[in-house]
C-alpha cells in the first residue's frame, strides 16, 4: 500500500521525541540512511515549535506514563503531539513505549504504575503494557519480515518490558498474513513459541483477541508500530522501510 505524500522539501526533517527513552539510536540511526533524491535530517524534540518544523515523528521506546507526563507539563507540546499522531498526512512511527502512546484514547491496559491515556495515532489499536514481563524477562527473537530489503535475512528484534498489542479494530481478515485489518498491515509475528500468555478478560478493555498478541510490527497508512527496539538491533533496516514508505511515500 503506497501513500502518495504531499510535497516534501529536498531535505525532510525527522522529529525524534526526546523527553526520555532511547531516542538518540534512532537519530543516529536516521543518520546512516541516504534515500535518492532526499537528505534526511535528524533532531530531537522536545517543544512545540521543534516539533513544528517536522514532516515525521518517532515517538521511542522508554516509560509511556513518564513520556506523556513530562509533555504536558511543557507548554502546548502534549496536544501538539497528539494532533501530530492522528494527522493521517504526518508519518509517525511508535516504538515500544512509542507503540503505547500510539494507540486509541482509552485502549491501554496493564502495566504496574498509573493508566496512560494514547495519542490515538492508529484509531481502535488497544494494547497491553508489559506483557512479555520484567526487565529481567527480556529477550531477543529472529523475525521474518518480507517488507524488508534483504528479506531472507532475519531481523534480530529486542524486546525490553515489551508491550503487546490486545486487539486490532474488527475486521474480517484475508489469511495473507501481510493484508489489511481494517487498514492496519501485519508485517511482522513473533513466532509461536516467544509469543505471550494472554492478558485478563475482565479489563475494561474488554476481552483480548488471541490473534493479534503475536503481531508486533503493524502499519497504517504512514503510521507504524513496533513493540520492540529496531533502534538496538545494529540493522538500519526497518527505518529504511519506515522512511521509504511512510515519510517519502514510495
Known amino acids: ?30 543518520q546512516r ?39 504536558s507539563r511543557t507548554p502546548g507540546l502534549l496536544e501538539s503531539l497528539v ?12 516504538t515500544c513505549a512509542g507503540m503505547i502512546l500510539m494507540a486509541d484514547k482509552h485502549g491501554v491496559g496493564g502495566g504496574r504504575k498509573k493508566g496512560v491515556e494514547g495519542w490515538g495515532g492508529i484509531p481502535g489499536l488497544k494494547v497491553w503494557r ?13 523475525l521474518t519480515i518480507p517488507s524488508l530489503s534483504s528479506p531472507s535475512r532475519p531481523f534480530n528484534a529486542i524486546f525490553i518490558r515489551a508491550p503487546a498489542v490486545f486487539s486490532l479494530p474488527h475486521n ?26 494472554p492478558p485478563p478478560s475482565d ?3 474488554g476481552e483480548p483477541n488471541i490473534e493479534d498478541l503475536g503481531k508486533v510490527m503493524l502499519r497504517k497508512g504512514k503510521k507504524m508500530i513496533t513493540s520492540f527496539h529496531p533502534e538496538l538491533s545494529g540493522d538500519v533496516r526497518i527505518h529504511e522501510y519506515w522512511v521509504e514508505k511512510c515519510v517519502l511515500g514510495r
Not at 508489559?130 to 529472529?142: I, K
Open 1 to 30: 500500500m503506497t501513500i502518495q505524500p504531499a510535497e516534501l522539501p529536498e531535505t525532510v526533517t525527522i522529529g525524534v521525541l526526546a523527553l526520555q527513552g532511547a531516542f538518540i539510536e534512532h537519530i543516529h540511526y536516521i
Open 33 to 71: 540512511l541516504r534515500p535518492t533524491g532526499y537528505t534526511l535530517k535528524a533532531i530531537p524534540i522536545r517543544s512545540t515549535d521543534e516539533l513544528k518544523t517536522c514532516q515525521a515523528l518517532i515517538i521511542p521506546g522508554g516509560e509511556s506514563t513518564v513520556i506523556s507526563s513530562i509533555a
Open 83 to 94: 494532533e501530530f499522531a492522528q494527522n493521517p498526512e504526518k508519518a509517525v512511527w511508535g
Open 130 to 142: 508489559n506483557l512479555y514481563g520484567t526487565q529481567l524477562e527480556s529477550f531477543e527473537a529472529p
Open 172 to 197: 474480517d481478515e484475508s489469511s495473507d498474513p501481510d493484508s489489511l485489518k481494517n487498514g492496519v498491515q501485519v508485517l511482522a509475528s513473533l513466532p509461536t513459541e516467544y509469543q505471550p500468555a
Open 203 to 205: 479489563s475494561p478493555l
